[in-house]
């Protein structure tokens, strides 16, 4: 009794194993924007238009306020989105400051459950 129970465990995980392979062997980069060098003004110097912008901030329990500025330009096809990261003290005294601007590439592989 305890030998089937024991064999069926086995089947069950190995059965697990090769539903869930495909998974755990996926694409290991599914993301469809490639980083830059290239700063906000190098964008609109060659012609880079904003095209949105949005921003969000969120308040740490410490009085700190971290900023995001997220804006996408174009120019006819080429997509550029640039993140900027701000961390403000209570003074508003920046702390911390990251840009990076990313380029939108093709093919787009789907990510793994969308």
Not at 48 to 72: A, C, G, P, Q
């Amino acid at each position: 009794m305890v030998k089937k129970k024991l064999n069926m465990l086995k089947i069950i995980f190995i059965i697990n194993f090769l539903l869930f392979a495909k998974i755990v062997l996926a694409e290991s980069n599914l993301d469809q924007w490639i980083e830059s060098e290239k700063t906000y003004q190098d964008l609109i110097n060659e012609g880079f238009e904003v095209k949105s912008y949005d921003t969000l901030t969120i308040n740490t329990e410490r009085n700190l306020f971290i900023m995001m500025f997220v804006t996408v330009l174009q120019k006819e096809k080429e997509v550029f989105e640039c993140q900027e990261y701000q961390t403000m003290d209570d003074n508003l005294q920046t702390l911390d400051m990251s840009l990076i601007c990313k380029k939108l590439t093709q093919p787009y592989l789907r990510g793994v459950g969308t």
